[in-house]
């Protein structure tokens, strides 16, 4: 019978209290948009030193972000990549209506990996039989690969690129595929697209509909008006240089 | 580099070990010794979670316990949460692996002899006795590869995790989402890193394991 000590060993290990963390720390918990990581990462800790607050940055899909504050997911402040996700949240009653805010315009580019060679300048560029995959963001559910494929049809190339476009998840999963040349073009947002291995071109902003990106607190946020204060700092004096060094382009000055 | 992440998915992946063999191994035992209405059904379900892609069981589950979910409801009614903390994780590692369990112990169970569980009936043994006596002692090379694979499962979880614990760094940020998160923002050395330590710990449980193995039950 040596098995049954061995799992309530490990039973026991399990229920050890230590690792596990028991109570929260005073903190704000944001939930933003993958295209915001290079930014946000560098502005958390300004907003940090600014009020003293310990900021928690998570990263990931704004779909699955708008399922999980639907569901009581534990964040602050909702950063999205799309304004509609936050407007149906509002409707929803996850969010606060007041404290809807407009904190960036997204630009798009044309990205070829460096490893394929010369830098394509038009999305014409694309039909070069070299060029075997077009890497863009899910036009289903990512608004940067809705924008991407808003632009490539007024390209008039939508139809002839189709055999070779692959969809990335977000866009930063969009920007590996290109960046591993495991696609050899695609189009990325600006604020993911400086890395060293891609060149990168702007594709015209009229080329597709705004990509207006907004940001609210949600409802249950014990702490709403420290999350206010982000989405202001972000909007703010010391946030807008740094959005606009990472691509976004900030309210006021689509 | 903050280890955080590695002692919480050890003690998420022990605890979902330690749930999937308690509740996997007498399913296991149903499945291969007894005969009943919906047993088929039963084996079906069983499966479901190695079908359905883990992101898209992450959002069930997170319908079902989330806030507005009717277990999530039930849940809140007595204080408590369950959705983005550390136990939506082990939760979420148990339904990813539980039919691993369930699978090789049920097969384990398959091949011992039946014969033997008769005699000893004949002698007087209760069923509880036959278990612990025979059935197990001659199935457990089985319920420790199950072990093996659930660990290892649980370890690796992921798409799940994602969804109803929330990638949430110092809180329910896993090994896995840990790395992903690294390779998200370019912090490859990183990422490797963590990745490295992933893999040593799984090399030195199988060893550990390989050498248990070869003691008798």
Known sequence: MRIVPLVLAFAWLALQPGAAPAADPPSLTVFAAADLTFAFRELAPRFEKATGARVTLVFGSTGNFAHQIRQGGPADVFFAADQSFIDALIVDGALLRETRTLYAQGRIVLATARAFGPKLIDLRGLLDARVRHVAIANPLHAPYGRAAEQALRAAGVWDALRPKLVFGENIRHTLQIVQTGAAEAGIVALSVADVPEID????????????????????????????????QFVNGAEGRPIMKRFGFMPPGEF | MDLFPLWLSLRVSLSATALTLLAGVPIAWLLARRRFPGRNLLEAVVVLPLVLPPTVLGYYLLVLIGRRGPLG???????????????????????????????????????????????????????????????????????LA?????????????GITLMVAGNIPGRTQTLPLAIYDRVQANLMDEANALALVAVGIVVVLLFGLSRLARLRY
Do not use: M, N, Y
């Open chain 1, 200 to 231: 990168w071109v702007r594709i015209d902003a009229s080329a597709h509909a705004p990509l207006d990106q907004a940001a609210a607190v949600v409802r249950r946020s014990p702490r709403p008006e420290l999350g206010l204060a982000f989405i």
């Open chain 2, 73 to 143: 409801q039930a849940l809140a009614s007595v204080g408590l949460e369950l959705a983005f903390t550390w136990g939506a994780a082990v939760l979420a590692a148990v339904v990813g692996s539980i039919a691993l369990v369930i699978k090789s112990v049920q097969a384990g169970f398959e091949t011992v002899d039946v014969q033997l569980e008769q005699a000893a009936r004949t002698l007087g043994r209760s069923e509880w006795s036959v278990f612990w006596s025979v059935t197990l002692p001659l199935a457990w090379r089985s319920v």
């Open chain 2, 146 to 158: 199950g072990t093996v694979l659930a660990f290892c499962r649980a370890l690796g979880e992921f």
